[in-house]
């Protein structure tokens, strides 16, 4: 197997090397400076045709999604540890969190980055700030009536803390973790403590 990553620092991608690092698995990761127009290159359009992160690659195979790439690394690579299969009890509740992550979270997320932080002050529009700070609630009230006080979302770690941990951290990184629970926030506290974080937040360029 050829397995390549080009990661961007605090990028989805970072999912990626997280996961990677969980499952013990080797690929090369080429970590570039987080530019965004860079992204618009035509270097790297004809890596990502829509110029977005990430972008990985299994010999002439190519993703484009995070949460595909993590489930693909594991069932494909990994003998599926981290992840649960149609026989396992939490079978539907595994689903459920790492579409979660992304396709649950991500919309209103991406929204609260733009509103508190990634817009110029005088382009950001106060209804859609409270908008995306009540949703993003919303989704971050569902996790927190999830968890115990210990522990992850399912019974051990698994790939679903790798989806939602780091919508937690773009989140926290955003300067909004007062929107999350006491839970949660011990949860991420928990997540970031871990080897395989540690090792994908040393990628840098
Ligand atoms: N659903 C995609 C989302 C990809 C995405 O929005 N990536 C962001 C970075 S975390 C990006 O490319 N932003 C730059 C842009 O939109 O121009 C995934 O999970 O991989």
Same mark, same amino acid.
Do not use: C, F, R, S
């Given at each position: 197997m050829t397995l390549k990553l080009i990661h961007f620092p605090n990028a989805r991608s970072l999912r990626i090397a997280w996961a990677l690092a969980e499952l013990g698995l080797d690929a090369e990761i080429e970590t570039r400076a987080f530019d965004l127009s860079s992204l618009k290159s035509e270097e790297y359009l004809a890596l990502h045709p829509m110029g977005k992160i990430p972008v990985f690659f299994d010999g002439d195979e190519r993703i484009i999604e995070s949460v595909a790439v993590i489930e693909y690394l594991a069932n494909k690579y990994a003998e599926g540890r981290l992840t649960r299969q149609p026989d396992d009890a939490d079978y539907a509740s595994y689903l459920q969190w790492l579409h979660f992550g992304e396709a649950g979270m991500g919309g209103y997320v991406n929204m609260l980055i733009a509103q508190?932080? *990634? *817009?110029p002050e005088d382009q950001r529009i106060p209804a859609m700030k409270l908008w995306a700070e009540k949703e993003t609630k919303n989704c971050l009230n569902f996790i927190e009536s999830h968890l115990g006080d210990d522990g992850y979302l399912l019974g051990g770690f698994s790939l679903v803390d790798i989806a939602v941990g780091y919508a937690l951290f773009l989140i926290k990184i955003t300067r909004?973790?007062?929107?999350?629970g006491p839970k949660t926030a011990a949860y991420f506290d928990r997540l970031t403590a871990r080897d395989g974080w540690k090792t994908a937040q040393n990628h840098q360029p």
């Open positions: 508190t932080a *990634l *817009l909004n973790g007062k929107l999350m």
